[in-house]
């Protein structure tokens, strides 16, 4: 009788701890955690990746595991995590070309708001408009006139059609009045070594991967794409400094399968909040030229929805459909 009864009190807990979020969320996380991305290694978001998980890892005492699956503009890697349980197991490191997706491809299987759970978001960063050292304009202002000059004369980079570099031209070239030829590229790598060649004369890179080519002079940087001057280049002006409004920032954040349970959210966020605040988590960032962006879930969402809003316009109104 005392060993059913003790069964029984078993099955109890067990069905309680089912049915109950905070019971069954008490030791998250089970086994690793797989934070995906979807960029190649060694890229921005790849980076920052792996600065958190390190982080999350020490606190949280299973390893967080960072996975690179490319395709389809970060389309297949946030599919693969919109698919996951929603058990904080398979979290996806969103980027501004979640935002810029949204409205770029017509057929997505997924809504990236609609079918995410927002965690947190992490840092965002600058874009750098680079020219060659030997291109005449030595400013913004001056790169402007320049290009009102010869319409559709100069050839503008990018890392492919609707990437951050592409829609941040966009935006300058309509803030500022001028037209340009796009010549997209698969990555940061190659339209830089087309700029350095003098195949294009402009491009808006990432800080990652332009900053040894900044210092060493082989590409000269006219602008932030920010509406401040960065830390990692605080020589170098903001774009509003020239275009008051201008904001092209990319940005990272944490996303989960829809449904997670909230516990499970407000954990990670609360982790990767505290990741944020420390002085060797926020230098590293630092040094890609990232500044943090601690806040609540619902901070993150918002971000989110303003950037979805704000690339939406730009994308419609140069037609780089995808379909």
């Known amino acids: 009788m005392l060993r059913r009864r003790k069964f029984l009190q078993f099955g109890a807990a067990a069905i309680a701890a089912t049915a109950s979020p905070a019971l ?74 979640n935002a810029i997706n949204a409205t770029l491809f017509r057929n997505l299987k997924f ?15 600058p874009l750098v408009m680079c020219v060659h050292p ?13 290009a009102k000059s010869k319409p559709n004369g100069l050839n503008f980079g990018s890392s492919g059609v609707g990437s951050p570099p592409h829609v941040a031209t966009e ?6 009045g001028v037209t340009m030829q796009h010549v997209p590229y698969r990555g ?19 800080l990652p991967g332009s900053m040894e080519f900044i210092r060493a002079r082989a590409l000269r940087a006219l602008a932030v794409t920010a509406t401040e001057r960065s830390s990692a280049l605080p020589e170098v002006a903001a774009m509003a400094e020239f275009l008051p409004g201008y904001d092209a920032s990319i940005w990272n954040g944490i996303s989960a399968p829809k449904g997670t349970p909230e516990q499970i959210v407000a954990a ?56």
């Not at 690179?68 to 919109?82: D, F």
């Not at 030997?134 to 320049?146: G, K």
């Not at 935006?171 to 500022?176: E, T, V």
């Not at 605040?277 to 969402?301: F, H, I």
Request: charged share 20%; aromatic share 10%.
């Open 134 to 146: 030997s291109f005449p304009p030595a400013s913004v202002a001056a790169f402007i006139e320049y």
């Open 171 to 176: 935006l300058f070239k309509r803030m500022a």
């Open 24 to 97: 069954a969320t008490a030791a998250y996380p089970a086994r690793p955690v797989y934070l995906i991305v979807g960029f190649s290694a060694g890229g921005n978001t790849d980076l920052v990746a792996r600065i958190l998980a390190q982080w999350l890892w020490q606190k949280f005492g299973q390893p967080f595991v960072v996975e690179n699956r490319t395709g389809a503009a970060t389309n297949l890697a946030t599919e693969q995590v919109i698919r996951a349980p929603p058990d904080g197991h398979t979290l996806l490191v969103a980027s501004a070309a």
């Open 111 to 125: 809504n990236f708001i609609r079918d995410t759970e927002p965690v947190a978001a992490i840092a965002s960063a």
């Open 268 to 323: 990670l966020n609360r982790c990767i909040n505290e990741g944020l605040a420390d002085p060797k988590v926020s230098a590293r960032l630092a040094e890609l030229g990232a500044k943090t962006r601690p806040g609540t879930p619902g901070d993150y969402a918002r971000l989110v929805a303003g950037e979805t809003d704000k690339w939406g316009a730009i994308v419609r109104s140069t037609g780089s459909y995808i379909e």
């Open 188 to 206: 940061d790598a190659e339209a830089i070594s087309d700029l350095i060649g003098g195949r294009v004369q402009v491009y808006f890179a990432t």
